[in-house]
């Protein structure tokens, strides 16, 4: 997106700070100082002044998205004591599958993938399809549940017996307005589970199954 401002160093046209509305409040504060500056530098305050706002409003939508990427990464952390972030791994049939979160939560192993979506889903587990509506249109998209089970199962080829929970996180203000699958989770759904698991919250047995799945897909 490019912002355009019209009359910044324009010889042609003028400009007055004194009668413009928005630099009414800062009067008392600019005044004495800008009295005391040369040309040069009056011109360089007055187009920071401007730019500032303008750079604000042209970021603003980078800046939310990184603000809201880091609310879910910390509200996934939530889930479990240890984690890993963007694996692939095998899928026992001659294809791949990349797994956002991968956590060792407190009795299960979990796999977790963020949906990004927003406005009114609906779906289920029966459903080869689920509806996303936004102003009253309708798109459609692959149920997630079977890209999850080819997850879940990557990860038992690796931990065989191994007890792995998987879940979507669905943010950016999707909303369900008939029954949530039991699968789908959300912010509030995170903020309102115990605290983080600590080591000595998780069955040994757990903890060496999580061993084994890192060391499994390190290589080692």
């Known amino acids: 997106m490019r912002s355009r401002i019209k009359g910044v160093g324009d010889k042609t046209q ?16 600019m005044v004495p100082t800008l009295c005391s500056l040369d040309n040069d530098l009056l011109a360089a305050v007055l187009v920071a002044v401007i730019m500032v706002p303008v750079l604000l ?6 800046l939310g998205n990184w603000w ?12 479990g004591s240890w984690s890993m972030e963007n694996i692939h791994l095998p899928d026992g049939t ?14 299960a192993i979990l796999v977790v993938g963020v949906m990004r979506f927003e406005g009114l889903i609906f ?27 080819r997850q879940i199962n990557a990860v038992r ?5 191994a007890r792995v929970s998987g879940w979507h996180l669905f943010c950016h203000g ?34 060496a199954v999580w061993k084994q799945l890192v060391k499994g897909i390190q290589g080692e």
């Open 174 to 207: 999707a909303e369900f307005p008939k029954d949530k699958p039991d699968n789908v989770l959300q912010l509030d759904d995170i903020r309102s589970l115990p605290k983080r698991p600590r080591r000595g919250d998780i069955p040994k047995q757990l903890r």
């Open 14 to 29: 003028s400009f007055s700070f004194v009668t413009d509305p928005f630099y009414v409040p800062f009067m008392p504060f």
């Open 157 to 161: 080829l690796i931990a065989p017996g």
């Open 68 to 79: 809201q990427e880091q609310t879910i990464r910390k509200a996934i952390r939530r889930l």
């Open 123 to 149: 779906g289920s587990s029966h459903t080869d399809q689920w509806t996303q509506v936004i102003n009253r249109r309708s798109y459609k998209f692959d149920n997630p549940d079977h890209y999850l089970q």
């Open 94 to 107: 001659d294809g791949e599958v990349t797994i956002e979160h991968l956590l060792l939560g407190r009795d």
């Open 57 to 62: 409003f042209v970021f603003r939508a980078r």
